[in-house]
């Protein structure tokens, strides 16, 4: 699939969760106003958050797909990651208010009217939301968009929500009193831990965290098996969005021309590119004389076990 049509499938996924979202707001905020249930409130609440991140994840793909320009020579693919941090604040604050309200229909019970418009609203949501999820896994698997993610994570939240909703109801209609309030207390907690899943991911991208520790092994054995090659270091990566940058020196024989030298250098950048393709790389070329003294005791090993071979 190429970036065209990458950003067409995000755009729609967003489209979509902010079409659902819209539509279970309405429905849920009846439902909860003829009901007075706090597992319906905590959906409800649930549901608008959803519509508020969905917004603003749509407005941050629009960013996001944006070509760079001469103020972001980068791109504009970390707003993904701003995205996900709004996501995991609301969220998080919306988690406070259900907590403390599931809290005090604990120690409060009231009855929970109009049990069976709960419980069929509730799984018009599960109907609905189970379909976006699909939908967003899909998208995802084609363009590993983070903040298709983060609204990937309410929606699947929301299908455990919903039901949730479905067994406090169903509990208080057949006269236990503490369904409404324990579901809602476990709502509150499950949207405070989905907001830490959100905000963890987002937070390593804006900090330009490195990639993972089987990744960076790829890029190191991957330049070490290159022709050529005698050495690397300082390897650095980080991404935004879908974009990422890997940048290193490596390390050829001093006595080669220039040219000789650069012409390892683009082989190198297109045998990593084949496993990178979003990546930009940039390859710094050192000349070395002395192997001993240029190479560090773990890359000697390996360019000494290479040269057996």
């Known amino acids: 699939m190429n970036r065209a049509q990458a950003d067409i499938l995000m755009k ?19 439902v909860w106003f003829i009901s007075s249930s706090a597992a319906m409130l905590g959906s409800a609440a649930d549901s608008a958050l959803d519509l508020a991140a969905s917004v603003v994840t749509l407005l941050a793909i629009r960013t996001a797909i944006t070509p760079p320009d001469d103020a972001h020579r980068f791109g504009h693919g970390k707003a993904e990651a701003l995205a996900g941090l709004f996501q995991a604040a609301i969220m998080a604050g919306s988690a406070v208010f259900i907590v403390l309200h599931a809290i005090e229909r604990i120690w409060a019970p009231a009855p929970v009217t109009a049990s069976d418009q709960v419980i069929q609203v509730s799984i018009l949501a599960i109907a609905m939301s189970l379909l976006l999820v699909i939908f967003q896994s899909y998208v995802i698997r084609k363009t590993g968009s983070l903040a298709v993610s983060g609204d990937h994570l309410h929606y699947k939240g ?9 067994v406090a109801a169903y509990g208080a209609g057949v006269g236990y009193i503490y369904a409404d309030g324990a579901i809602g207390l476990m709502i509150g907690l499950y949207i405070l831990w989905g907001a830490y899943g959100i905000s963890r991911p987002a937070t390593d991208m804006l ?22 090659v005698l050495g690397l270091h300082d390897l650095k990566t980080r991404a935004a969005g879908r974009d990422k940058f890997i940048q290193m020196h490596i390390e050829v024989d001093g006595t080669l021309t220039v040219k000789a030298a650069h012409l390892i250098g683009d082989e190198v950048e297109a045998t990593l590119g084949e496993q990178f393709p979003d990546a930009e790389i940039l390859i710094h070329v050192d000349p070395v004389s002395d192997l001993s003294t240029e190479l560090t005791q773990a890359e000697l090993s390996i360019d000494t076990q290479h040269k057996k071979e």
């Open 158 to 166: 929301d299908l455990l929500l919903n039901l949730g909703v479905v």
């Open 12 to 30: 729609r996924a967003t489209y979509a969760s902010v079409s659902v979202a819209v539509t279970l707001v309405v429905v849920k905020a009846y």
């Open 207 to 228: 900090m330009d965290r490195e990639f993972s520790n089987s990744e960076r092994e790829t890029i190191f054995n991957t330049v070490m098996e290159s022709a050529g």
